[in-house]
């Protein structure tokens, strides 16, 4: 495991057992601070994969999604969807998932209300 994921690991641990408003936005916090970090690991893997690979050998990586290729998309968009979608598959974006889902049910987001 990564060091995001094994810490979005611990925080979606630690956010049951909390409801204080405060807690949670310091949870939320920080956990979407690691859910980008591990974002941009996966992107860094993903394009290192990807660089020698054909346009046809990416858009059969990208099949494997069960998608097409993007119409009209570049090669750095689609290498782009592509770690966007192979992280929100792992424990760490699962996690933070759970963070924000915990948080969101106490009234606490990301996304401050205006």
Known sequence: MTYPTEHL????????????AEDLKRILSE???????????MQTE????????????LAEQYQHLGAP???????????????????????????FGFIAEHAARHGVSAIPEE
Request: aromatic share 6%; with cysteine.
């Open 9 to 20: 690991m611990d925080l979606a641990a630690l956010v049951g057992a909390t409801t204080e």
């Open 31 to 41: 956990g979407r601070e690691l859910y980008h970090r591990g974002l941009e690991e």
């Open 46 to 57: 993903v394009a290192r994969e990807c660089s020698e690979l054909a346009d046809q050998e």
């Open 69 to 95: 290729w993007p119409a009209g998309s570049t090669r750095d968009e689609t290498i782009s969807m592509l770690a966007f979608h192979r992280w929100d598959s792992t424990p760490g974006a699962i996690a």
